[in-house]
């Protein structure tokens, strides 16, 4: 009996070690400001690259390709077809940097939790930039 006892113990403290809850706290990273530029169309202001958003994506001009992502500054992707309002952007490495003018249509976008993504490690806070395009093989 005292046998029988012990082991539904050990079963009983096995099973609440196992469902021990921890919080972790990830860091928030805020989202960024869109200026206005066309319609459906608004830049990162203030950003060092020519990012847009356009229909829920971020687009990226960089070496010379588009590229997109859910996400402002890393997880960028070679899409196989660019929207017409982001492929009739002239000269889209003109709005890295992109101030607003006083008084013009900026908003702020939603933010993310850095937490990690599996299989692709932590969300960094900073640019990412895309790998070299000519390297694609």
Do not use: K, Q
């Not at 077809?81 to 008084?103: D, T």
């Amino acid at each position: 009996m005292r046998r029988a006892t012990r082991v539904i113990a050990m079963i009983i403290g096995i099973g609440l070690a196992g469902s021990c809850y921890t919080e972790v706290d990830y860091p928030y990273v805020a989202g960024p400001d869109l200026a206005y530029v066309s319609p459906g169309v608004e830049v990162v202001a203030g950003y060092d690259y020519p990012v847009f958003f356009v229909d829920g994506l971020y687009w990226l001009w960089w070496d010379g390709f588009w590229y997109s992502s859910p996400f402002w500054n890393h997880g960028w992707r070679w899409p196989r077809e660019v929207p017409p309002r982001i492929h009739g952007i002239a000269h889209p490495e003109s709005y890295a940097r992109f101030r607003a003018a006083p008084g013009y249509g900026v908003r702020h976008a939603a933010g993310y939790s850095a937490r990690p993504t599996p299989g692709f490690g932590p969300h960094p806070t900073h640019f990412v930039a895309p790998a070299m395009r000519g390297a694609r093989r």
